[in-house]
């Protein structure tokens, strides 16, 4: 089919001419505006490059952003300070986009979209509609100009918590509300949407929407590489996936020496008449790694030194979102890695950054037995696009992503109303 060989070839055209924007190096794009000094709790960048938003309960989450001609968005010196806490709490020190690698299933395209098709260049201009209530900001991209590409505002996320006592004469229940951080990055045909939500109770949520339009493809589906998409069976959109890839760089409680541990819950079926019963294990990852997501398997990272008033340390757990790990790279055959930071170790695959001759440029290659003590966290989360009629026109976004969790960061709930402070450790009985 002509159309989709032109818009194929299109999207060639738009890497080429991302390669010769690039020249000779990463450009580095802020905003337009600056100024102002920085309070001693509030991270060091000017008040420009700052985001700071106190939340229901009391809750203030504070960091910097920047924005990259290859990765796109980055979050920078992330904390979270809970109501009580004396101080904000390091979280991360950066985050942001890896890679989104996107092979087509008939084996004819395949994409590294961030390093290869020109993402970061894409940056598009928001509507203020497309910002409720937010504020945008402007994002100074070299020789393409300022795009209004930033947004952050808040959006309500339903119950954050409800109890209700015993005699139903009483319930406790709070409606949140999410700091949102989100720019939509436009690559050929597709849109994504790059979104960090940070809730009040500590948890942070990344996600990647993919919408904008289909790159059609024509390709006989009775194969079970496409699917028709037009009348009849004459237009058949390629299969495809979406490999995304983040990568985080803990710094709990200001150091880079966070622990990473596996946990693995085993389940044993009843004897006779008994019950099921289940037994978890911990294991310190110590050494790179190359993990594979199982159930009952789970993954978090440890502060080398915050406690929090209960005296446990201090962690955030890694909790992936549906997954269709996809195993055609070797890079995308496990769902998290944990290596040793190296500067020049920043994309899950097509590293375009030097790290010498010879140097392998994915991710998998980098976990070679090296002990860890300043952990660089990975995540790979892969969608399976079957198209479908409904994905035009335009294509309803769909969302791939992942939560950390806060793990003892704090001793109980941080939006835990007075009257229920005391129950820490010790629930009311009949409660
Ligand atoms: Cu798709």
Redesign the pocket.
Same mark, same amino acid.
């Given at each position: 089919m002509l159309f989709s060989r032109l818009r194929r070839a299109r999207r060639h055209g738009a890497v080429l001419a991302a390669a010769a924007l690039l020249g000779t190096a990463t450009a580095a794009a802020g905003p337009v505006t600056a100024t102002a000094a920085p309070a001693p709790t509030r991270p060091d960048c000017s008040a420009a490059y700052r985001i700071e938003q106190k939340l229901d309960g009391g809750t203030t989450w504070r960091m910097c952003w920047r924005y990259d001609t290859d990765h796109g968005l980055i979050l920078n010196k992330v904390t979270y300070q809970p109501k009580g806490a004396a101080a904000p709490i390091r979280v991360l020190n950066s985050a942001k986009l890896a890679q989104i690698h996107v092979p087509y299933d008939d084996g004819n395209a395949e994409y590294d979209d961030l390093t290869g098709a020109g993402f970061g260049w894409g940056l598009q201009n928001l509507r203020p509609a497309e910002c409720p209530g937010g504020t945008l900001t402007p994002v100074k991209i070299p020789e393409a100009g300022t795009v209004n590409g930033l947004c952050t505002t808040t959006r309500s996320r339903g119950h954050a918590y409800r109890m209700a006592n015993d005699e139903g004469t009483k319930v406790w229940q709070a409606q949140g509300k999410d700091l949102l951080v989100y720019t939509v990055n436009k690559v050929a045909w597709?849109e994504y949407i790059t979104e960090w939500r940070f809730s009040s109770d500590g948890l942070i949520s990344a996600n990647v929407g993919?919408t904008g339009s289909?790159s059609p493809g024509d390709y006989n589906a009775t194969d079970g590489r496409g699917w028709p998409i037009g009348p009849g069976a004459g237009s058949y959109a390629t299969s495809?996936a979406?490999n995304v890839f983040w990568r985080l760089d803990f710094g709990l409680d200001g150091s880079v020496k966070d622990r990473i541990e596996q946990f693995d819950s085993k389940v044993t079926p009843p004897r006779g008449s008994g019950q099921p019963k289940a037994k978890t294990t911990r294991t310190p990852v110590t050494k790179e790694l190359a993990g594979d997501a199982k159930t009952m398997r789970w993954w978090r990272v440890v502060s080398a030194n915050g406690k929090n008033k209960d005296g446990h340390p201090r962690s955030y757990e890694i909790v992936p979102g549906p997954s269709a790990k996809h195993d055609g790279r070797s890079f995308t055959r496990h769902d998290v890695y944990f290596t040793q930071t190296k500067p020049c170790e920043q994309f899950a695959s097509n590293n375009i950054r030097d790290c010498g001759a010879g140097a392998p440029d994915s991710v998998d290659k980098w976990v070679n037995g090296e002990t860890l003590t300043d952990p660089a966290v990975w995540v790979n989360i892969g969608f399976h !696009?079957i198209a479908r009629d409904e994905d035009q026109q335009p294509m309803p976004v !769909?969302w791939q992503g992942f939560q950390l969790a806060p793990r003892d960061v704090t001793a109980m709930n941080p939006l835990t109303p007075a009257d229920l402070a005391d129950q820490n450790g010790a629930p009311r009985l009949g409660s």
């Open positions: 597709y993919a289909l495809h979406h !696009h !769909h």
